[in-house]
């Protein structure tokens, strides 16, 4: 196991994976985790692909009761001097490190998202608001919750950079290997971040503004509904980074040399997988979101 894959310098408190910050027990790292499957749509498109899910699918039980199945998410990314995470450089290539906050809650959770041959995993960690200011510490207690994402940030030249606000709709379900959930992205806004300020944020740079970012999320094989949703809409998957974009939208990545900008590319992997509709997603379909500290059997976005 890698130094990546331990948990050290505290436990932290960590959460479900199911679309919502809720406090849960410690648990060992699994392995396990859900395909995903990412589209950009018209809204005019998500919003009939949502009518069908709304028709079919359960409100996210962890959505804003004010806001009925939707809920805001702001998320921090980090990067270091050259963009070499932006930029897919070595190690860098697959990994991402972010603070992320669900709603207006005064916790956040400090993560990292890996991804290695068509699977992503994630580790983190729920933190109150008030401990924020100890990521860009120079010696923070090593007994601290967030202590192992310092250290990483600290080995990788890791500072803040841009800030991302969007609304989130989501749907949840179960198939017969499990859980299914279907998520719609829009109203993204961003704006560069240099400190460890982390606000919930109303106004910035308009991102996707015409577009929708659709996620269908499943065990092992794609379940009938959105086979349905893949077929009847004629869709194609897509591999879209919203911090790269983000980073292009402020103009972040000017003057970096290999920093070409960022547009959505097609996911034959995941393109695979919805055209066959059957049979079990070893073959790299999609990503995989865990949540390697624990799984209940609920799924959340990355």
Not at 21 to 38: F, H, L, Q, S, T
Not at 217 to 246: D, G, M, Q
Request: glycine share 8%.
């Amino acid at each position: 196991m890698s130094d990546d894959d331990r948990n050290q310098g505290g436990s932290g408190q960590t959460t479900p994976d199911n679309g919502g910050p809720e406090a849960g027990p410690i648990a060992k790292p699994v392995r396990d985790g859900a395909y995903e499957i990412k589209f950009l749509l018209d809204h005019a498109v998500a919003d009939e692909i949502l009518n069908l899910a709304r028709a079919n699918m359960q409100a996210d039980p962890n959505a804003d009761p004010r806001l009925f199945d939707r809920y805001q998410i702001n998320s921090l990314y980090f990067d270091n001097d050259q963009l070499d995470v932006f930029r897919r450089m070595g190690g860098f290539r697959k990994r991402k490190f972010r603070l992320r906050r669900y709603g207006i809650a005064p916790t956040l959770f400090v993560e990292r998202k890996a991804k290695s041959r068509g699977i992503v995993r994630k580790r983190r960690t729920l933190i109150p608001e008030a401990e924020l200011p100890r990521i860009l510490e120079t010696q923070p207690d090593a007994a601290w919750d967030g202590f192992w994402f310092y250290r990483r940030l600290v080995r990788r030249g890791l500072r803040p950079k841009v800030h991302i606000a969007y609304e989130r709709i989501a749907r949840v379900g179960m198939a017969s290997d499990g859980p299914i959930r279907l998520t719609v992205d829009r109203k993204l806004v961003c704006r560069p971040e240099s400190g460890a300020s982390f606000p919930v944020l109303e106004q910035g740079m308009p991102l996707f503004t015409d577009k929708s970012i659709l996620e269908l999320k499943f065990t092992t094989v794609l379940p009938p509904l959105f086979n349905t949703i893949v077929r009847e809409f004629a869709l194609t998957p897509v591999s879209v980074s919203k911090y790269r974009t983000a980073i292009v939208a402020c103009g972040l990545h000017v003057g970096m040399y290999g920093a070409a900008e960022s547009s959505p590319e097609p996911d034959k992997d995941a393109a695979g997988a919805a055209a066959a509709s059957l049979g079990t997603a070893a073959s790299g379909v999609g990503t995989v979101d865990v949540n390697t500290e624990q799984r209940d059997g609920n799924l959340r976005s990355a």
